[in-house]
């Protein structure tokens, strides 16, 4: 029989393991998109907020995100910050994340009204 301290124990090793592969990202996003998997829901829509360096080429980028997912994003603070809503899964997350223009993902389910819990 589990016990607390063994949920602890397993919890406290995922989360290092999520960590490790997913370095930029909130864990809990990482954990909904596990969630979808488990349930197999497809074609699950995320509003993103990816947090990039300064100085880079944002047109580029833009042309790279609506080749890539059909959605055109938007960017703020000084081009430091883009939003967009898109389909998502852990792949596609983990290719976001190995971008090196790329410092830190939140992102939460996309609703009815387009709300998202940053």
Do not use: C, W
């Not at 602890?8 to 969630?35: G, H, Q, Y």
């Not at 081009?79 to 190995?98: E, F, M």
Request: hydrophobic share 40%; no cysteine.
């Amino acid at each position: 029989m589990s016990t607390v301290e063994d949920v602890i124990k397993e919890f406290s090793e995922a989360d290092n393991a999520i960590r490790a592969v997913f370095s930029k990202v909130n864990p809990l996003l990482v954990v909904r998109l596990i969630f979808d998997q488990k349930e197999n829901r497809k074609d699950n829509i995320y509003t993103l907020e990816i947090i990039i360096k300064k100085g880079q080429n944002l047109e580029e980028i833009r042309d790279h995100i609506v080749r890539e997912t059909g959605m055109a994003p938007g960017f703020y603070l000084g081009g430091t910050k883009i939003v967009v809503t898109q389909k998502l899964d852990l792949k596609t997350l983990k290719t976001i994340n190995d971008f090196d223009e790329v410092l830190e993902i939140n992102g939460s389910p996309y609703a009815a009204g387009g709300s998202t819990s940053f």
